[in-house]
């Protein structure tokens, strides 16, 4: 929570960056939008939807970093003789899952999140207007169905574990390297925070691209909806804006990510620290 209160301003540029390209406009400079966002909200425009982002952090990452936490411990306490720590593979294991988990629970406040946060670049008459998070999902459920908080959950989970698989896993593999060469500092932490934090932007932004558009999307005139899933998305994403649309707006991503997740995993190692302080 503490890390998306640092990065949200760059997370809405973010969205808004797909949300031009899936458009097909041409000029993806995040700092026009950030000009329009301050033009039209002030700077409380950079913060829309942060009870959700916060809402999003308790539910998603406290989960992913439990699940992830519990599953690493019990594979070290389950280790075939002679092995004296868990491999870099059943590391990246235990990212996938926790990361599946993590995004199951915490999708509907991150589809509150999207609708808030793209809610201004839709005409008028269908914007949303959410005043809150309590009032996106009381609407949500009301309008939609309780089923549709979890609209989009599957291109969230396979984000999730994309992200989780270049960050939790290769976090603690270069901490345990770097450690071993460097010895175990402050330094050492926050170089392998920031490889943890470019992995995870890497591998995660296609499929953050194509959640962003599943979850914003509204009924066409005819009742259909513009995706018929994340397959279907992406494929329209690659007749539309070509292979590299999936990584449009990566700067900016990676200007959210990589600081997000050095944040949460440094912060994370204090309080465990604290916590398991003896």
Do not use: W
């Amino acid at each position: 929570m503490m890390a998306t209160c640092c990065v949200q301003p760059i997370d809405i540029v973010k969205v808004r960056l797909q949300v031009r390209g899936e458009a097909g406009i041409k000029n993806l400079s995040p700092f026009d939008v950030a000009k329009e966002i301050r033009a039209d909200g002030g700077i409380r425009g950079f913060y829309k939807g942060l009870d959700s982002a916060l809402v999003r952090q308790m539910t998603y990452t406290t989960t992913r970093f439990g699940v992830y936490l519990n599953v690493t411990q019990y594979m070290q306490k389950n280790l075939p003789e002679g092995q004296k720590t868990i491999s870099f593979g059943q590391k990246c294991l235990a990212s996938l899952f926790a990361g599946a988990c993590g995004a199951f629970v915490g999708n509907p406040a991150d589809l509150a999140l999207i609708r808030m946060q793209t809610d201004k670049t839709l005409p008028k008459d269908q914007r949303r207007n959410y005043r809150n998070v309590g009032d996106a999902f009381t609407r949500i459920v009301r309008e939609e169905g309780v089923t549709s908080l979890f609209k989009g959950v599957g291109p969230t989970m396979v984000r999730a574990m994309a992200l989780n698989l270049g960050m939790l896993g290769p976090y603690d593999q270069c901490k345990e390297v770097m450690s071993k060469v460097f010895g175990q500092s402050k330094a050492t932490n926050l170089s392998a925070s920031m490889c943890a934090g470019f992995l995870a932007a890497f591998l995660s932004l296609p499929f953050d691209n194509v959640k962003t558009k599943v979850q914003r999307m509204k009924q066409l005139p005819d009742g259909t909806y513009p995706y018929k899933g994340m397959i279907d998305c992406a494929k329209k994403t690659v007749l539309k804006e070509g292979p590299l649309g999936f990584y449009t707006g990566f700067p900016t991503y990676m200007m959210r990510i990589a600081p997000h997740s050095m944040l949460v995993l440094l912060i994370g190692d204090v309080l465990k620290s604290v916590l398991y302080a003896k």
